[in-house]
């Protein structure tokens, strides 16, 4: 099994005023060369928006692009006539396929937070979509429950890649055996929130870890702590 470990405060970050984005990977004016991603996965930013402000209408294209607010809500509008408020507990898929335009606004008098996450799709120009689903966190209390995957079996949103993402609230000193869905893929895992050990490494709150060369692998939690697996093909 291969590490790489990214700890929260190497991350990068601006601020805009009304946004505050820290980034995992080489995004925007932030520039890494050894940030440029992991596999498949390209983006994974931690935002920040303040109230009453957000993203005015912009392109994308080839892309799946999955938003998880942890505070707040955010209101989505697109070119395909989607508009919807993502609140906590909601996730949204949006496919960009050949093109689309969207703004994303935080119309609450709190601040937004929330994880964005690109990842390539698995062929370019698919017809754009959007879709948007509630999960319970009662259905995370200790186990793993799946938001998004290529499997269309209405537990978890759909994406166009061989991609699997994960959430659980794991209690203190449990332990947890993370299997790989498919052979040669691998795991960005981040620490929401709290205290872990795996692959012999201790990580902390927005600390993350990538795995790589290895079917599975253990995750020990030392505090009760909240986790995103990421899944991903390496190339």
């Known amino acids: 099994m291969n590490t790489i470990v990214h700890r929260s405060e190497d991350r990068g970050s601006a601020d805009y005023g009304w946004l505050k984005p820290t980034y995992y990977f080489s995004f925007s004016q932030y520039y890494d060369p050894d940030k440029m991603g992991f ?3 390209r983006v994974l930013n931690d935002d920040r928006v303040a109230s009453h402000s957000g993203f005015e209408t ?3 294209k080839n892309m799946e692009i999955i938003t998880i607010p942890l505070e707040g809500s955010i209101t989505h509008q697109d070119s395909m006539g989607s508009r919807e408020t993502l609140s906590v507990g909601e996730v949204q898929v949006m496919t960009a396929g050949k093109g689309v335009y ?5 119309l609450s008098d709190e601040e937004l937070k929330l994880f964005q996450i690109w990842i390539f799709p698995r062929e370019n120009d698919l017809e754009p ?3 948007q689903k509630r999960f319970e966190p009662a259905g995370r209390n200790n186990r793993l ?5 290529p499997e269309k079996n209405g537990e978890s949103l759909f994406i166009n890649q061989d991609a699997w993402l ?3 609230d794991f ?4 332990t947890l055996e993370y299997k790989l869905n498919k052979s040669g893929n691998g795991v960005y895992l981040v620490v929401i929130e709290g205290e872990i050990s795996v692959g012999g490494e201790q990580l902390y709150t927005r600390d ?6 290895t079917d599975s692998f253990t995750v020990d939690a030392i505090k009760n702590t909240s986790l995103l697996f990421i899944e991903v093909p390496m190339q």
Do not use: C, F, M, V
């Not at 209690?171 to 449990?174: A, G, I, L």
């Open 166 to 168: 994960n959430r659980i």
């Open 145 to 149: 429950q799946l938001i998004a995957s």
């Open 58 to 60: 912009h392109p994308h």
């Open 171 to 174: 209690t203190e000193d449990k």
């Open 129 to 131: 979509a959007y879709a």
């Open 102 to 106: 969207h703004s994303e606004h935080n």
């Open 39 to 41: 596999g498949l996965l």
């Open 208 to 213: 993350a870890i990538g795995i790589t060369d």
